[in-house]
Structure formats: structure tokens, C-alpha cells
């Protein structure tokens, strides 16, 4: 008796775990998925580099959305795709200002604690011929004092001519995209493969 009991509860608690799952799971199935510019649409620091395994491992619970200071977590809604409720940010409306408090409520592996400096959320890139500063259309130098890395970052051009150069140790915030007063926003986080320097094609 004690048995079947014991069983029958079992399959109720199962059920019932199913069941709270199911809206989760429709939603990401249900929701089309569109054309996401990557500069776009980063990943909090210390999200897992293998983007599937990042939706595989979010359960979408909102956490890291609630507890950031800056409020720039955002989640994916009905364009998600299968990425549905799995957070991310903007940098062209809110950066990041990698104070880590995302990586400490996340419940699962999705977000992990990371040193500020070894935080990989890709890497700024100038377009040399749209800065104002290298143009010759003015001093600037907004990227450079907003950097929470300081110099590791960001830096002006030898001898100081205003002209910022991203360093290696830039992390990829997207603090410098915020601030940027182009509106064409000639510096954006891309992939570290695409390097630091925009490059142009000569047709």
C-alpha cells in the first residue's frame, strides 16, 4: 500500500514539474525566429561561448535581467526563436558595465562568475573612416574615458592625437558604442576574429 502510494505521488510531482515546463517550451517553439545583428546582441559576461549550449543551459527565470544596475539586460521575446526568454544586450541603447551580478544569481551554468578582465563578450572594432577623430573632423575621446578597463581597453594613438585605438585587453562592454556621439556609431563588438580595426574593400 505504502508502495503504490509512494508511486502515485511520484507520478503527480512528475506531471506537475511536465506540465510547469510545457508554456517554456512552446514558447520557444512557437516564436519565429528573425535575422539578429550580432553587434546587437551580446551575451551578459560570462555566458558559455558555445551560443546552443548558452540556450540549452538559460531556463529564461529572468534573474540576471532583475539584479543588474544598469537595467541593459534584456531578453528575446517573439524573436527569438528557440532563444526565447534567453537574455541579452544592446550596447547601442545600454551597455554593460561588467559589475558581475548576472553571473552571481544565475541558477544554472548558463552565466558564469568571471574576473572583469577575462570577460569575453567579443571585441570593440573602429571604423577609421567615420570616427571624427580620424577623419580630422574634431577631438573626441568619449570611448576612452568611459572605459572601465582604462588603458587595457582603449587608448588614444601614440603622441596623443585623440584618435582611439582599441588594446587587447578590450572585453567587449560596449560601453564606447553607448557614448559614442556618431550616429552613425562607427565603433560596435564584434567577434575577435573580425579583429579591431574595421576594414574596407576597394571596388
Same mark, same amino acid.
Given at each position: 500500500?505504502?508502495?503504490?502510494?509512494?508511486?502515485?505521488?511520484?507520478?503527480?510531482?512528475?506531471?506537475?514539474?511536465?506540465?510547469?515546463?510545457?508554456?517554456?517550451?512552446?514558447?520557444?517553439?512557437?516564436?519565429?525566429?528573425?535575422?539578429?545583428?550580432?553587434?546587437?546582441?551580446?551575451?551578459?559576461?560570462?555566458?558559455?561561448?558555445?551560443?546552443?549550449?548558452?540556450?540549452?543551459?538559460?531556463?529564461?527565470?529572468?534573474?540576471?535581467?532583475?539584479?543588474?544596475?544598469?537595467?541593459?539586460?534584456?531578453?528575446?521575446?517573439?524573436?527569438?526563436?528557440?532563444?526565447?526568454?534567453?537574455? %541579452?544586450?544592446?550596447?547601442?541603447?545600454?551597455? !554593460?558595465?561588467? +559589475? #558581475?551580478? @548576472?553571473? /552571481? *544569481? &544565475? $541558477?544554472?551554468?548558463? =552565466?558564469?562568475?568571471?574576473?572583469?578582465?577575462?570577460?569575453?563578450?567579443?571585441?570593440?572594432?573602429?571604423?577609421?573612416?567615420?570616427?571624427?577623430?580620424?577623419?580630422?573632423?574634431?577631438?573626441?575621446?568619449?570611448?576612452?574615458?568611459?572605459?572601465?578597463?582604462?588603458?587595457?581597453?582603449?587608448?588614444?594613438?601614440?603622441?596623443?592625437? %585623440?584618435?582611439?585605438?582599441?588594446?587587447?585587453? !578590450?572585453?567587449? +562592454? #560596449?560601453? @564606447?558604442? /553607448? *557614448? &559614442? $556621439?556618431?550616429?552613425? =556609431?562607427?565603433?560596435?563588438?564584434?567577434?575577435?576574429?573580425?579583429?579591431?580595426?574595421?576594414?574596407?574593400?576597394?571596388?
Amino acid at each position: 500500500m505504502r508502495r503504490r502510494s509512494f508511486l502515485q505521488r511520484l507520478v503527480y510531482s512528475t506531471s506537475v514539474v511536465a506540465a510547469g515546463a510545457i508554456p517554456f517550451a512552446l514558447s520557444r517553439l512557437l516564436a519565429p525566429a528573425e535575422l539578429l545583428l550580432a553587434r546587437r546582441h551580446l551575451r551578459p559576461p560570462g555566458a558559455l561561448k558555445n551560443d546552443g549550449a548558452f540556450v540549452a543551459a538559460c531556463i529564461g527565470c529572468g534573474l540576471c535581467g532583475e539584479v543588474c544596475p544598469p537595467r541593459c539586460i534584456q531578453f528575446h521575446r517573439r524573436d527569438g526563436g528557440t532563444q526565447v526568454n534567453t537574455p %541579452y544586450i544592446n550596447p547601442e541603447e545600454k551597455a !554593460c558595465t561588467l +559589475c #558581475g551580478k @548576472c553571473t /552571481e *544569481v &544565475c $541558477p544554472t551554468d548558463a =552565466l558564469n562568475p568571471v574576473e572583469r578582465e577575462k570577460v569575453d563578450m567579443g571585441v570593440a572594432q573602429i571604423d577609421r573612416s567615420a570616427c571624427y577623430p580620424w577623419v580630422d573632423r574634431g577631438i573626441c575621446g568619449a570611448c576612452v574615458s568611459i572605459c572601465p578597463l582604462g588603458d587595457q581597453g582603449i587608448d588614444f594613438k601614440q603622441w596623443n592625437q %585623440y584618435q582611439p585605438v582599441i588594446q587587447q585587453g !578590450c572585453v567587449g +562592454c #560596449g560601453l @564606447c558604442v /553607448e *557614448v &559614442c $556621439p556618431h550616429p552613425s =556609431l562607427p565603433i560596435g563588438i564584434v567577434g575577435r576574429s573580425q579583429g579591431r580595426v574595421m576594414g574596407h574593400t576597394v571596388s
